[in-house]
């Protein structure tokens, strides 16, 4: 049951983990990134900001908004001339990002916008995206990220889901968005970024330089309103915001547990700075991190990419479109010492011919994370090949499992593998939140080394809702032994040592004549293929066995292969029955997001559409 927020309270909680690795781990890497004398500085400018008087009253009744807000103010005001943010040609200072977020976040109250009123934003990787995301952050306002390959009404029901009250969009989308404008009840305000905005549009430039840089009424909340289930279904909207800003926001709803729960919880979600290099990481010139983004920002895994940027005082590289030899130049150019990827981003990258792959210093690379589908062992050891190859002092790959709605659970860092190679093949341990491997039908938690459905507690899930669709949580809650636990239909197992392996997912299974199949399995197979660029396997109807394993393939330029090969590849490597595709089609390209996310439905209504029509 939620718990009053109070001194007290927040203060027990603290006092119960303060000598974690955890905690400890964080607080070294927060006092490694901004520098001792920042931190002090910061603190010191934080508490001036509104009176001392005024902020002690503000601590004391734990209304924590205004000053939480302020405190990353003052924080930008303190690291001055760091770079903030390296956009193509354009570098903007903390400083400069500071003046253009408080005269945003100005012009946002202007228009209307309170706290929990929220400002949607369709927005390529860029400083503008940055921009926004700050400005709704320090006003209290989420900030819905809509997936910029959406278009037609698709866009105006993801858009209308969240009933945002402005639209912050590219120019780029205009012709997507400007048919369906007045089909957006909610929106009483859209900003373009670009180009030449339209009557009834306002001028993103246009709106800051007529707005001051003066502090605005601040409040609270990580902007964070994730989009999920996108590509298997309906978009739902999680309100991830409300669990990573309890604490200090006065306008997030409480957790359904109490404060030490969710404090630690909340400990261990941000932690993943430290397990991944946070308290050692000092770029020689900027003396801090600095993050190069290539996966869209809208999906919620890039967060663990550009969570050093707002936490730690990182230097952001956002990159508007991936490319994979340009990701390494922006390595080398940038000294990029941190990256969020998915697997689809390394597999280009390792295509690359190795006379280009050898022309680029990689040295400054120490955390290049890998999330959001299954990254085959292969790649894994592939990349870090790669990077220590071309400088990198040790193995570079890291890897996380959670989803939009849990955030991370479990991190695999480099001395896990290296201490035991096995445990390439997994996804790490829990160490920001917890997972339980359970029984559907015995309703019980299984033994060590035995598969199961994988269920997960983390601050993410303690105050988890669908805002919209609020039915859809049912489907995701188990209920065991009184705890409330989020299930993503996912199937795995852990070893002795805790380290988490995926099978498969329950609503990818595919049930051929009675036996379960895994298509994640096959996939890991093809995906060793030298001739495969990419592929998926996917559920296709059969007159007698009900479905059958079907693999789509995407091969490489130039290259030509047969089904009988490809069936024949799979048996090689020890496929057995019905996990050899019955059937394998070629593709000259598979319907796959930048972010990772393979669209399976739109294959499979290719193969069923014929069964459907009939009933």
């Given at each position: 049951?939620?718990?009053?927020?109070s001194l007290k309270s927040v203060t027990k909680a603290m006092r119960a983990i303060m000598f974690t690795e955890e905690n400890r781990g964080l607080?070294?890497?927060?006092?490694?990134?901004?520098?001792?004398?920042?931190?002090?500085?910061?603190?010191?400018?934080?508490?001036?900001?509104?009176?001392?008087?005024?902020?002690?009253?503000?601590i004391k009744r734990f209304q924590m908004g205004s000053i939480a807000a302020n405190f990353f103010i003052c924080l930008w005001e303190v690291l001055?001339?760091?770079?903030?943010?390296?956009?193509?040609?354009?570098?903007?200072?903390?400083?400069?990002?500071?003046?253009?977020?408080?005269?945003?976040?100005?012009?946002?109250?202007?228009?209307?916008?309170?706290?929990?009123?929220?400002?949607?934003?369709?927005?390529?990787?860029?400083?503008?995206?940055?921009?926004?995301?700050?400005?709704?952050?320090?006003?209290?306002?989420?900030?819905?990220?809509?997936?910029?390959?959406?278009?037609?009404?698709?866009?105006?029901?993801?858009?209308?889901?969240?009933?945002?009250?402005?639209?912050?969009?590219?120019?780029?989308?205009?012709?997507?968005?400007?048919?369906?404008?007045?089909?957006?009840?909610?929106?009483?305000?859209?900003?373009?970024?670009?180009?030449?905005?339209?009557?009834?549009?306002?001028?993103?430039?246009?709106?800051?330089?007529?707005?001051?840089?003066?502090?605005?009424?601040?409040?609270?909340?990580?902007?964070?309103?994730?989009?999920?289930?996108?590509?298997?279904?309906?978009?739902?909207?999680?309100?991830?915001?409300?669990?990573?800003?309890?604490?200090?926001?006065?306008?997030?709803?409480?957790?359904?547990?109490?404060?030490?729960?969710?404090?630690?919880?909340?400990?261990?979600?941000?932690?993943?700075?430290?397990?991944?290099?946070?308290?050692?990481?000092?770029?020689?010139?900027?003396?801090?991190?600095?993050?190069?983004?290539?996966?869209?920002?809208?999906?919620?895994?890039?967060?663990?990419?550009?969570?050093?940027?707002?936490?730690?005082?990182?230097?952001?590289?956002p990159m508007r479109k991936f490319d994979p030899e340009s990701y390494l130049m922006m390595v080398e150019k940038e000294r990029i010492s941190w990256?969020?990827?998915?697997?689809?981003?390394?597999?280009?990258?390792?295509?690359?011919?190795?006379?280009?792959?050898?022309?680029?210093?990689?040295?400054?690379?120490?955390?290049?994370?890998?999330?959001?589908?299954?990254?085959?062992?292969?790649?894994?050891?592939?990349?870090?090949?790669?990077?220590?190859?071309?400088?990198?002092?040790?193995?570079?790959?890291?890897?996380?499992?959670?989803?939009?709605?849990?955030?991370?659970?479990?991190?695999?860092?480099?001395?896990?593998?290296?201490?035991?190679?096995?445990?390439?093949?997994?996804?790490?341990?829990?160490?920001?939140?917890?997972?339980?491997?359970?029984?559907?039908?015995?309703?019980?938690?299984?033994?060590?080394?035995?598969?199961?459905?994988?269920?997960?507690?983390?601050?993410?899930?303690?105050?988890?809702?669908?805002?919209?669709?609020?039915?859809?949580?049912?489907?995701?809650?188990?209920?065991?032994?009184?705890?409330?636990?989020?299930?993503?239909?996912?199937?795995?197992?852990?070893?002795?040592?805790?380290?988490?392996?995926?099978?498969?997912?329950?609503?990818?299974?595919?049930?051929?004549?009675?036996?379960?199949?895994?298509?994640?399995?096959?996939?890991?197979?093809?995906?060793?293929?030298?001739?495969?660029?990419?592929?998926?396997?996917?559920?296709?109807?059969?007159?007698?066995?009900?479905?059958?394993?079907?693999?789509?393939?995407?091969?490489?330029?130039?290259?030509?292969?047969?089904?009988?090969?490809?069936?024949?590849?799979?048996?090689?490597?020890?496929?057995?029955?019905?996990?050899?595709?019955?059937?394998?089609?070629?593709?000259?390209?598979?319907?796959?997001?930048?972010?990772?996310?393979?669209?399976?439905?739109?294959?499979?209504?290719?193969?069923?559409?014929?069964?459907?029509?009939?009933?």
């Amino acid at each position: 049951m939620p718990e009053e927020k109070s001194l007290k309270s927040v203060t027990k909680a603290m006092r119960a983990i303060m000598f974690t690795e955890e905690n400890r781990g964080l607080n070294r890497s927060v006092r490694k990134q901004w520098g001792f004398v920042n931190v002090v500085k910061t603190l010191k400018n934080t508490m001036q900001t509104g009176g001392f008087k005024n902020n002690m009253d503000a601590i004391k009744r734990f209304q924590m908004g205004s000053i939480a807000a302020n405190f990353f103010i003052c924080l930008w005001e303190v690291l001055d001339q760091r770079e903030a943010i390296v956009d193509g040609d354009r570098r903007f200072t903390f400083k400069q990002m500071r003046d253009r977020v408080l005269r945003l976040a100005n012009a946002f109250q202007s228009m209307g916008v309170k706290p929990k009123d929220r400002i949607a934003c369709m927005l390529y990787n860029s400083a503008e995206y940055f921009e926004t995301f700050y400005a709704a952050t320090i006003i209290g306002a989420p900030l819905p990220a809509v997936n910029w390959h959406l278009s037609g009404k698709d866009l105006r029901d993801t858009i209308n889901l969240r009933k945002p009250r402005v639209f912050v969009f590219d120019h780029d989308f205009a012709e997507d968005i400007l048919p369906f404008k007045d089909e957006m009840k909610t929106v009483e305000q859209f900003i373009m970024v670009g180009g030449e905005a339209p009557r009834g549009i306002s001028s993103y430039e246009k709106i800051i330089s007529e707005h001051s840089a003066e502090m605005p009424k601040t409040n609270f909340i990580f902007a964070m309103n994730p989009y999920t289930g996108g590509t298997t279904g309906s978009p739902k909207s999680s309100n991830l915001y409300d669990g990573l800003s309890y604490l200090l926001s006065d306008v997030a709803e409480a957790p359904r547990t109490g404060m030490e729960e969710y404090y630690r919880y909340l400990i261990r979600q941000f932690s993943y700075m430290y397990f991944f290099g946070g308290d050692k990481i000092k770029d020689p010139v900027e003396k801090n991190i600095r993050s190069l983004i290539p996966t869209p920002m809208y999906h919620a895994g890039t967060a663990a990419g550009f969570g050093p940027c707002i936490l730690l005082g990182a230097t952001a590289v956002p990159m508007r479109k991936f490319d994979p030899e340009s990701y390494l130049m922006m390595v080398e150019k940038e000294r990029i010492s941190w990256s969020f990827t998915v697997p689809t981003i390394l597999q280009r990258i390792l295509a690359l011919p190795d006379s280009v792959k050898r022309k680029y210093d990689l040295s400054s690379m120490n955390t290049l994370i890998s999330a959001a589908a299954p990254c085959p062992p292969e790649v894994k050891n592939a990349v870090n090949d790669l990077f220590t190859k071309q400088g990198a002092k040790k193995p570079v790959f890291h890897e996380y499992y959670g989803s939009s709605e849990t955030a991370m659970i479990t991190l695999m860092l480099p001395q896990d593998y290296i201490q035991k190679p096995e445990r390439i093949h997994s996804v790490g341990k829990p160490r920001c939140g917890d997972i339980l491997i359970y029984d559907e039908i015995s309703q019980k938690p299984v033994d060590t080394g035995k598969e199961g459905l994988i269920l997960c507690r983390s601050v993410g899930t303690l105050s988890l809702r669908y805002p919209g669709t609020e039915s859809k949580l049912k489907e995701s809650q188990k209920i065991v032994d009184g705890q409330e636990w989020y299930d993503d239909r996912l199937i795995g197992w852990q070893d002795p040592d805790g380290f988490l392996y995926l099978t498969g997912r329950l609503k990818e299974m595919i049930i051929c004549g009675g036996v379960n199949i895994f298509p994640v399995e096959i996939e890991r197979v093809l995906f060793m293929n030298p001739k495969i660029d990419d592929a998926a396997v996917i559920r296709a109807p059969h007159p007698d066995l009900g479905e059958m394993a079907l693999a789509c393939i995407q091969l490489k330029k130039g290259v030509k292969a047969t089904e009988k090969e490809i069936q024949d590849y799979c048996k090689e490597k020890g496929l057995k029955g019905f996990s050899i595709p019955k059937k394998v089609d070629f593709f000259d390209k598979l319907p796959r997001h930048i972010d990772g996310k393979l669209i399976k439905r739109e294959l499979e209504d290719i193969y069923w559409k014929e069964v459907k029509r009939r009933g």
